[in-house]
């Protein structure tokens, strides 16, 4: 197992707004037809260019369907690994739910996941020691909304806290003196 981290990215109200009202007061990022336009989250371009830097990897998993996910990737300049849609999801009382997969686990020593909605993760709880998810407040269109800069912050300091927990337990077993 390499030191490898995964980012496990969420689309819709984490990064973007998906809206059908004529305007919003954050900026536009495309129009996706006439009544539907992605807005951005303030932030979003500073932000995403942390993840791809900081993160060996990141796989964008939303239950959007795949065009509408493949513009925002490419629009918000997401260097993507895969891009995991509706179709990867498991449909279940007309929700969708995104599956956790145990080759991740094998790959990837740390992860984390990025979501706004938690709870649509299914066999999360199997990993719980590699997994960490950060969660954002639901992204409505708030122009005033700062939430990406804390994760930025937060997303750093889990490294550093790990770091820390990991010090910890080497010198309680004694392998550092
Ligand atoms: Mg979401």
């Not at 197992?1 to 990215?9: A, E, S």
């Not at 279940?92 to 990025?114: C, D, G, P, R």
Request: net charge positive; hydrophobic share 35%.
């Amino acid at each position: 197992m390499g030191r490898n981290k995964l980012c496990l990215l969420d689309l819709d109200h984490t990064l973007i707004y998906g809206s059908y009202a004529p305007t919003e007061k954050t900026e536009l990022l495309f129009e996706h037809s006439q009544y539907l336009k992605v807005y951005k989250r303030p932030f979003v371009e500073e932000f995403i260019d942390f993840l791809n830097h900081f993160y060996t990897h990141i796989i964008v998993y939303t239950t959007a369907k795949k065009d509408y996910a493949n513009r925002i990737c490419n629009d918000l300049g997401i260097h993507a690994l895969k891009i995991l849609t509706r179709q990867d999801c498991k449909q279940k009382n007309n929700t969708y739910y995104k599956m956790f997969k145990s080759e991740w686990a094998k790959t990837y020593n740390s992860i984390h996941i990025v979501d706004d909605s938690p709870n649509v993760w299914l066999d999360t709880e199997y990993y719980d020691k590699q997994i960490t998810f950060v969660v954002p407040k639901e992204f409505r269109g708030e122009a005033d909304d700062m939430e990406l800069l804390k994760l930025k912050e937060l997303i750093k300091n889990i490294q550093i806290l790990s770091k820390k927990v990991r010090l910890h337990s080497l010198l309680l077993h004694g392998i550092i003196p």
